[in-house]
């Protein structure tokens, strides 16, 4: 049963031969000829999607990048003492990346279209969850890579891992000159480059490649001191790392939890937010819509946070006409811009339906002069595929029993009054 099991769990079988999956590393590290290529198209690929706000668009530069390539190989270089090839995986890496964020940064700079989107947003503000897409996300990419038969994980690995769009965000900080949409955005990069590294390190020890054997026996035991100490230089803080994230992500939760209790539950509208977890103290920045607290409402505020577990943390609201902060002034003057675009299209949905209802009452007084044997009728516009404009207005009618009715003469008065041959006449 002990055998069955183990069987079922291992990641020996299927496993290919370990010198062809380190070949397949190797040549997957170098980015020239046609791998650069594609990673320059990817990078203009990503940076149109972003530009555009297209989720689908930036999926597809991801499937293609061979960013994945050269991190893998560092994490395989660190498992088997190989300090050649770690080197070479870093100058690869390092030239990729430079690449990535020139061509993007040319892009933003020269393309007319400077709007942040959502899906730029997006990739500003790292946060646990892209320690652990990063982390699991290598995992399964380097079980793929030692597999036989390589499967279907590959391309979505590529797009959980999401190297490119944050490199892209990058470029397009420098190109707009947000610095901190670069930092940002760079140190979302770093954080999947580190995990994607340390997950590949894990299962390379895990499936026991033999580390390099080399003749300069005193050259070997410093090229494993030298690889243990970066192994060690790498975990440590990437776990830290996460650990601050995990506490970022737990002080945000409670932060939006205070601010639906005490302000959104309560029937009042939040037009600006941000919370910020790294000043000293933490603070909640808050603008809320016709609305001024006095210096006592916002005192009781503040001490109502502790009992949110919100503890050396700081309210402050944004109201009055004394903020000149350009980041709170550009929300507002985009949340305007959105609000009063909204209101243009209700507008012109109320115009349109306007536009389209018909006053019944002056038509029933003509009817009943003109055509008495009527008495009772409906009248709408509805859509129609035998129409040009595919509205055609319908009138429908009941005539008393007995009683004479020119149905031809009432089409063609109803034709006349509404100045239109899109008119349907239906006796019931």
């Given at each position: 049963?002990?055998?069955?099991?183990?069987?079922?769990?291992?990641?020996?079988?299927g496993?290919?031969?370990?010198?062809i999956?380190?070949r397949?590393?190797?040549?997957?590290?170098?980015?020239k000829?046609?791998?650069?290529?594609?990673?320059?198209?990817?990078?203009?690929?990503?940076?149109?999607g972003?530009?555009?706000?297209?989720?689908?668009?930036?999926?597809?530069?991801?499937?293609i990048?061979?960013?994945?390539?050269?991190?893998?190989g560092?994490?395989?270089?660190?498992?088997?003492?190989?300090?050649?090839l770690?080197?070479?995986a870093?100058?690869n890496?390092?030239?990729?990346?430079?690449?990535?964020?020139?061509?993007?940064?040319?892009?933003?700079?020269?393309?007319?279209?400077?709007?942040?989107q959502s899906?730029?947003?997006?990739?500003?503000?790292?946060?646990?969850?892209d320690?652990?897409?990063?982390?699991?996300?290598?995992?399964v990419?380097?079980?793929?890579?030692?597999?036989?038969?390589k499967?279907?994980p590959?391309?979505?690995?590529?797009?959980?891992?999401?190297?490119?769009?944050?490199?892209?965000?990058?470029?397009?900080?420098?190109a707009?000159?947000?610095?901190?949409?670069?930092?940002?955005?760079f140190?979302l990069?770093?954080?999947n480059?580190?995990?994607i590294?340390?997950?590949?390190?894990?299962?390379?020890?895990f499936?026991?490649y033999?580390?390099?054997?080399?003749v300069?026996?005193?050259r070997d035991?410093?090229?494993?001191?030298?690889?243990?100490?970066?192994?060690?230089?790498?975990v440590?803080?990437?776990?830290?790392?996460?650990?601050?994230?995990?506490?970022e992500?737990?002080f945000i939760l409670?932060?939006e939890?205070?601010?639906?209790k005490?302000?959104?539950?309560?029937r009042?509208?939040?037009?600006?937010?941000?919370?910020?977890y790294?000043?000293?103290?933490?603070?909640?920045?808050?603008?809320?819509?016709?609305?001024?607290?006095?210096?006592?409402?916002?005192?009781k505020?503040?001490q109502q946070?502790?009992?949110?577990?919100?503890?050396?943390?700081?309210?402050?609201?944004?109201?009055?006409?004394?903020d000149?902060?350009?980041?709170?002034?550009?929300e507002?003057?985009?949340?305007?811009?959105l609000?009063?675009d909204?209101?243009?299209?209700?507008?012109?949905?109320?115009?349109?339906?306007?536009s389209?209802?018909?006053?019944?009452?002056?038509?029933?007084?003509?009817?009943?002069?003109?055509?008495?044997?009527?008495n009772?009728?409906s009248?709408g516009?509805?859509y129609?595929?035998?129409?040009?404009d595919?509205?055609?207005?319908?009138?429908?009618?009941?005539?008393?029993?007995?009683?004479?009715h020119?149905?031809v003469k009432?089409t063609?008065?109803?034709?006349?009054k509404?100045?239109?041959?899109?008119?349907r006449?239906?006796?019931?």
């Amino acid at each position: 049963m002990k055998n069955t099991i183990f069987d079922f769990i291992s990641l020996h079988k299927g496993e290919e031969s370990k010198e062809i999956v380190l070949r397949d590393v190797k040549d997957n590290i170098s980015f020239k000829n046609a791998n650069l290529w594609i990673l320059v198209c990817a990078i203009l690929i990503a940076s149109i999607g972003l530009n555009v706000n297209s989720t689908a668009v930036i999926i597809g530069a991801m499937l293609i990048s061979p960013l994945m390539g050269p991190i893998v190989g560092a994490g395989f270089a660190m498992a088997t003492y190989d300090f050649e090839l770690f080197k070479r995986a870093l100058k690869n890496l390092f030239i990729a990346t430079l690449v990535s964020l020139l061509v993007a940064f040319l892009y933003f700079l020269i393309s007319p279209f400077k709007e942040t989107q959502s899906e730029i947003l997006a990739r500003t503000s790292p946060n646990i969850y892209d320690v652990l897409i990063a982390f699991f996300g290598g995992i399964v990419g380097v079980i793929s890579l030692t597999r036989v038969d390589k499967g279907n994980p590959i391309p979505g690995v590529a797009i959980a891992t999401a190297l490119m769009p944050p490199l892209c965000t990058a470029g397009y900080g420098l190109a707009v000159g947000n610095y901190s949409y670069f930092l940002g955005a760079f140190y979302l990069y770093t954080i999947n480059c580190f995990f994607i590294c340390i997950a590949t390190f894990f299962i390379t020890k895990f499936l026991k490649y033999a580390p390099v054997i080399h003749v300069d026996k005193k050259r070997d035991v410093k090229i494993h001191r030298i690889i243990s100490a970066l192994v060690i230089i790498m975990v440590l803080p990437s776990s830290y790392l996460a650990y601050d994230l995990y506490k970022e992500k737990q002080f945000i939760l409670m932060a939006e939890n205070f601010i639906t209790k005490e302000f959104t539950g309560k029937r009042q509208i939040v037009i600006f937010k941000k919370i910020d977890y790294h000043k000293t103290p933490k603070i909640i920045e808050l603008a809320i819509l016709d609305k001024v607290y006095s210096e006592e409402e916002i005192q009781k505020y503040n001490q109502q946070m502790s009992f949110f577990d919100l503890e050396n943390t700081k309210l402050v609201f944004r109201q009055g006409s004394q903020d000149n902060d350009k980041e709170f002034l550009d929300e507002m003057n985009g949340k305007m811009k959105l609000l009063n675009d909204k209101n243009k299209e209700i507008e012109k949905l109320k115009n349109t339906i306007k536009s389209q209802q018909i006053d019944t009452e002056p038509l029933a007084k003509e009817l009943a002069i003109l055509f008495p044997e009527i008495n009772q009728f409906s009248l709408g516009r509805h859509y129609s595929s035998e129409s040009s404009d595919n509205k055609v207005l319908y009138f429908i009618y009941q005539v008393s029993q007995n009683v004479p009715h020119d149905a031809v003469k009432c089409t063609s008065w109803l034709k006349t009054k509404f100045e239109s041959e899109d008119i349907r006449v239906i006796r019931e």
